[in-house]
């Protein structure tokens, strides 16, 4: 249902009453609750922290997405552009095969035609984050291995 045509009651399916409520907030906030919090009142207690996968930090732990995993390099890239190496056309470049350029000067050729320096921090299946080389400072950036043409690292 439209948040603009919700009532301002409800009935509970698990009770014979029916909830009256001023505002449409207070409707909303009554739809985001879990049913164990419509049902009994209060939802069950966690029993101890929460736990990440094995080999990765609990929830809320780790660095947020979209957030560096390591500073930006405290010197610039090298000065010269280095001669693209030609590949055989991918629909993606392989994670493994840009890994090991982690943490090294990397120059990068995309697929529209831009071109820049790299610092790479993390690898992900799909895609590589790092810091990026605007000509006169580094930026935290992401993108799409499926965007990169070709790589080469120092």
């Keep these: 249902m439209y948040p603009s045509h919700m009532h301002l009651y409800t009935n509970n399916p698990y009770s014979q009453e029916t909830k009256y409520y001023s505002t449409p907030s207070q409707v909303k906030n009554y739809y985001h609750t879990t049913l164990d919090e419509r049902q009994f009142g209060t939802s069950f207690?966690?029993?101890?922290?929460?736990?990440?996968?094995?080999?990765?930090?609990?929830?809320?732990?780790?660095?947020?997405?979209?957030?560096?995993?390591?500073?930006?390099?405290?010197?610039?890239?090298?000065?010269?552009?280095?001669?693209?190496?030609?590949?055989?056309?991918?629909?993606?470049?392989?994670?493994?095969?840009?890994?090991?350029?982690?943490?090294?000067?990397?120059?990068?050729?995309?697929?529209?035609?831009?071109?820049?320096?790299?610092?790479?921090?993390?690898?992900?299946?799909?895609?590589?984050?790092?810091?990026?080389w605007t000509g006169n400072r580094w930026v935290y950036f992401g993108i799409s291995l499926r965007q990169i043409q070709s790589f080469t690292c120092f």
Aim: charged share 10%; net charge positive.
């Design 45 to 132: 207690p966690q029993l101890g922290p929460p736990q990440g996968p094995p080999g990765f930090p609990p929830p809320g732990q780790g660095p947020e997405v979209g957030q560096p995993t390591a500073p930006p390099p405290s010197a610039p890239p090298p000065s010269f552009v280095p001669a693209q190496t030609q590949q055989a056309q991918t629909f993606a470049v392989d994670p493994g095969s840009i890994r090991r350029c982690l943490f090294r000067y990397t120059y990068v050729w995309l697929r529209n035609f831009q071109q820049f320096w790299f610092y790479p921090t993390f690898v992900g299946r799909t895609s590589v984050a790092g810091w990026r």
